[in-house]
């Protein structure tokens, strides 16, 4: 197998530079870099990861904690994640904590003894647990999807409120007065934010929140399932339905298939979260697109940023959603003409 003294000599530059170049330790000359990848690749050379992160206290490695991997939303999110740690030269170690507070301080603890650099974890509902682990042993980490209110941890997610007012809006302007919304789990600040969105839109639209129009389908199919069900089964049953997550989606459409309803004819419905085969169904899904992928980068480059500088001020960065305009809504067939807003990035304080 060829040496790192290998790859110096190929490339006619010393050892330290070779490591430099491999670690990234210290800019190098353009030039030289060249020529130290050339002889890497000419001689095959195979960088010793346990000698290197003994040497640097780095294992390249990061941890990443999201629940319910199979969902098509988290499980886009985590190609988004890979990718970009692979770009810039990191693996990941995988755990579902399952939405359990419990769990999740289990795992948590478990990636940090594997001794990754690093963490991006989607938290539970009540992340009391692993704040205190976080905070006592000092671990760099970004929150995802779900924020948190502490002063201290990066975070990342998308926006939440003004696309679901928009979705509400959308079907109050086709005339829907009895506009009902599948909340997700309680406790997860999507869940609140979408929560208000849906207040916001019918205060927008003029008309007035029905608490029996608000129902909780704890982020899950069957969930949602029996809370759209309960929604049916009132006196006066909502006319258009909009369900915050895709796996509620699902219940949601299965609890009006069951019920005898057809969609938009009988009751029109949106949805939080697109996903891969929503225009496949009859009717194509109008939706909020949430940009999954862009997501799981974004934490990637917010994480190696707190490990370039650990003492920076913590931020949540805020991306942007597409309304994605199809049929279930009542509306006509059109092209479809996603329209994004404007990310940011707000240093909390």
């Known amino acids: 197998m060829a040496t790192m003294a290998d790859v110096a000599r190929s490339a006619g530059v010393s050892v330290a530079t070779v490591s430099h170049v491999l670690n990234g330790t210290r800019p190098v000359l353009p030039h030289t870099r060249q020529a130290v990848l050339d002889a890497v690749e000419e001689l095959g050379y195979t960088p010793n990861s346990l000698a290197r992160s003994l040497v640097t206290s780095r294992t390249r490695s990061i941890g990443l904690a999201v629940s319910a991997i199979s969902n098509p939303y988290f499980t886009e999110i985590l190609q988004g994640v890979e990718a970009c740690a692979l770009e810039h030269g990191y693996s990941l170690l995988i755990a579902d904590p399952h939405d359990d507070p419990v769990h999740e301080r289990k795992v948590v603890q478990l990636l940090h003894e594997r001794r990754v650099d690093g963490m991006i974890v989607a938290p539970s509902a009540d992340p009391a647990e692993l704040l205190a682990y976080l905070g006592r042993h000092d671990v760099p980490?970004?929150?995802?999807?779900?924020?948190?209110?502490?002063?201290?941890?990066?975070?990342?997610?998308?926006?939440?409120?003004?696309?679901?007012?928009?979705?509400?809006?959308?079907?109050?302007?086709?005339?829907?007065?009895?506009?009902?919304?599948?909340?997700?789990?309680?406790?997860?600040?999507t869940t609140g934010e979408r929560i208000t969105g849906y207040r916001n839109g019918l205060a927008a639209?003029?008309?007035?929140?029905?608490?029996?129009?608000?129902?909780?389908?704890?982020?899950?199919?069957?969930?949602?399932?029996?809370?759209?069900?309960?929604?049916?089964?009132?006196?006066?049953?909502?006319?258009?339905?909009?369900?915050?997550?895709?796996?509620?989606?699902?219940?949601?459409?299965?609890?009006?298939?069951?019920g005898g309803l057809s969609v938009p004819e009988d009751i029109a419905l949106c949805c939080f979260d697109d996903f891969a085969w929503a225009d496949l169904f009859a009717p194509r899904l109008t939706a909020i697109a949430q940009p999954s992928r862009d997501i799981g980068a974004t934490a990637v480059r917010v994480l190696l940023d707190r490990l370039a500088e650990p003492d920076r001020p913590a931020r949540t960065v805020r991306l942007p959603c597409a309304f994605v305009h199809r049929t279930s809504c009542g509306c006509p067939e059109q092209p479809e003409q996603p329209q994004r807003g404007t990310s940011h990035d707000r240093r909390r304080r």
């Not at 696309?163 to 009895?178: D, F, Q």
């Not at 049953?237 to 219940?251: D, F, K, R, S, Y």
């Open 205 to 258: 639209a003029g008309l007035a929140y029905d608490e029996r129009l608000l129902v909780h389908g704890h982020s899950e199919s069957a969930g949602a399932e029996r809370a759209t069900a309960a929604l049916l089964s009132l006196d006066q049953p909502p006319t258009a339905l909009v369900t915050a997550n895709n796996a509620m989606t699902i219940g949601a459409l299965r609890a009006l298939r069951d």
């Open 141 to 189: 980490a970004v929150f995802l999807d779900r924020l948190v209110e502490t002063p201290r941890i990066d975070q990342v997610a998308t926006e939440n409120a003004g696309p679901t007012a928009e979705l509400v809006t959308h079907l109050a302007g086709l005339g829907h007065r009895r506009i009902a919304l599948v909340a997700g789990r309680p406790g997860l600040s």
